[in-house]
């Protein structure tokens, strides 16, 4: 055997045992973003349900949205969202009308997820440019389809009809529940690390007070229901009747009741079953965990699909995966892209653990933008299918509002998807995801600030002046909404057409640079962090010198 054929063949075999390893950081990757949802629950889930449990909030659309977003961010989970919101309109104590809102909400928080998995490629600009834009592009539409769906739901009430027609028209008839196949494979290990009681936080959402004191952390795992009956002594101002009867005994009115007892009968056995932390303190320290071990996965992730992804096969998979069909059936591959992306959620059981998955790809050129909208797409309707299945699954006196509810969510993305992509021209979300990518790659810390400001402190902003009435809402909504759009037909102008401005307004070069540069704001960025990092390895330095003389006297000492 030649010495090339043996150094082919060696290649081969480096790469082939380079596949499992693919598998098992992928596996660790999708374990570390179930911890990550867990931990969050953890830190957030009550402070979520308490925000639930305001309905006159809620009755807000705007609030609604907000809150939507805000408890999706906190528990890091659309689907806990959207559960507690089925739950809360089955019981009565929320309606439809309230609950479409915090739904399109739910939709805009779980996209945080991928982005925050963008900024581990934070490393190579370009690979960061392209992950970025990838990750925001989900962002993008979901504003995008807010902007126009929720003034248009709050007016005419659309999915509200469309959703109430569907379920009136099918005589829907209670199924199996929905099966949860990636839950199959990561439960065995996500289970030794941390369990939860979920139920904890539907309760405070419901108003159960009994729950506000219970903890997050499942105890006991099996548990059974005795059911006896005992004599006990009633008021005279009981009603006795001849199901119930009474009787009396040393002038004492008794009667027999039903009493139920649950009994725990296994414990559960993870690490934090025994554990005396609070809530927050186990929240915290899964939280630095998974983000460890999330962005040792991805890192790891990335050098193999770059090392695997190189020369013929890389280009071989890129033009398989981005190639359009011959003409004239080009515009199928979208489609067939968004199918993919559909099943491929609904195997998984979560759009964020999909569009995490393909984030890598995207940042080392795999897969292009045009290519990675409609797989975002369909990975939202894959979520909606999996959450009709789960209300399918509901008791027969709540399946309607749960299945309702549910269309609801599925219809609101079909409509986003009709208005942001049939149409070439209208894929608005690639361009703002791209200029949202060209940004991020000059200046990193972009990322991080679009990430605080997009969801927590606009939301946060908006959640406040909704609380302070709808009228101190309009008073400062309106003004910079009418501001904001002013900005937007300038900057357009100005670009294509700035012949019908006047000459002041061709740039924006007469105000203040910080006002349209972020390049003042990237400049005292960057001396703040040198200046810490200086103070940093100052301190390090004067310890170090402290130690070694410290040393030195004890040496003396001796």
Not at 86 to 109: T, Y
Not at 116 to 127: F, H
Not at 189 to 196: E, G, P, V
Not at 491 to 498: F, G, K, Y
Request: charge should be positive; hydrophobic fraction near 50%; aromatic fraction near 8%.
């Amino acid at each position: 055997m030649s010495q090339t054929q043996a150094e082919r063949m060696r290649s081969v075999f480096i790469n082939v045992s380079k596949i499992p390893l693919l598998f098992l950081f992928l596996y660790m990757f999708v374990c570390s973003l179930d911890v990550l949802s867990s931990a969050f629950q953890l830190a957030g889930g009550k402070v979520a349900g308490d925000i639930f449990n305001d309905n006159a909030i809620l009755s807000n659309p705007v609030a609604g949205l907000v809150v939507g977003i805000l408890v999706t961010v906190l528990v890091q989970s659309s689907s806990t969202s959207t559960s507690i919101v089925v739950s809360l309109v089955s019981s009565g104590l929320l309606n439809v009308r309230s609950a479409i809102p915090i739904l399109m909400g739910s939709n805009i928080g779980t996209s945080v997820t991928n982005t925050i998995v963008a900024l581990m490629q934070a490393g190579e600009r370009d690979e960061f440019e392209r992950a970025f834009a990838g990750a925001t592009v989900h962002d993008c539409f979901n504003w995008l389809s807010v902007l126009v769906l929720l003034p248009l739901e709050a007016t005419t009430g659309l999915l509200r009809r469309l959703s109430q027609a569907v379920v009136d028209t099918f005589h829907i008839s209670s199924g199996e529940k929905a099966p949860e196949m990636l839950k199959v494979m990561t439960e065995p290990l996500t289970k030794l690390i941390i369990q939860l009681d979920k139920s904890v936080i539907t309760g405070i959402a419901m108003g159960d007070e009994a729950m506000s004191n219970r903890s997050l952390v499942r105890v006991w795992c099996k548990n059974h229901i005795l059911t006896s009956s005992g004599n006990v002594s009633v008021g005279d101002s009981f009603n006795c009747t001849s199901i119930q009867p009474c009787w009396q005994s040393n002038a004492t009115t008794w009667t027999t009741q039903n009493m139920t007892l649950l009994v725990n009968i296994e414990k559960c056995s993870h690490l934090f079953v025994d554990s005396f932390l609070s809530d927050l303190e186990v929240g915290i320290i899964l939280l630095a965990c998974s983000l460890l071990l999330l962005c040792t996965c991805l890192l790891l992730l990335v050098k193999l699909l770059n090392s695997l992804l190189q020369g013929q096969v890389a280009k071989a998979i890129q033009r398989i995966i981005n190639t359009d069909f011959p003409y004239p059936f080009g515009w199928l591959a979208g489609y067939l892209a968004i199918l993919v992306g559909a099943g491929m959620t609904f195997v998984v059981q979560s759009s964020s653990v999909f569009t995490s998955a393909i984030t890598p790809l995207i940042g080392i050129g795999v897969i292009s933008i045009e290519r990675a909208y409609p797989l975002t797409l369909g990975s939202n309707i894959g979520t909606t299918a999996t959450a009709i299945l789960a209300a399918l699954a509901s008791p027969g006196d709540k399946l309607a509002a749960a299945f309702q509810v549910a269309l609801c969510h599925f219809f609101f993305n079909i409509l986003g998807i009709l208005l942001w992509y049939p149409v070439p021209t209208t894929r608005l979300p690639i361009r703002m995801a791209r200029t949202l990518g060209q940004r991020t790659a000059k200046y990193r810390w972009f990322a991080v600030l679009y990430l605080l400001l997009c969801f927590l402190l606009l939301p946060s902003l908006v959640f406040a002046l909704s609380m302070a009435g709808w009228q101190m809402m309009a008073g400062v909504g309106v003004p910079f909404a009418a501001a904001l759009l002013l900005v937007f037909v300038v900057n357009m102008l100005q670009v294509h057409r700035p012949g019908c401005l006047p000459v002041r307004l061709q740039s924006w070069d007469f105000l203040p640079v910080w006002m349209h540069s972020l390049q003042p704001l990237d400049t005292l960025i960057t001396k703040v962090t040198l200046c810490c990092a200086k103070g940093a390895k100052k301190l390090s330095r004067i310890s170090c010198e402290s130690s070694i003389v410290h040393c030195k006297k004890c040496a003396v000492m001796i």
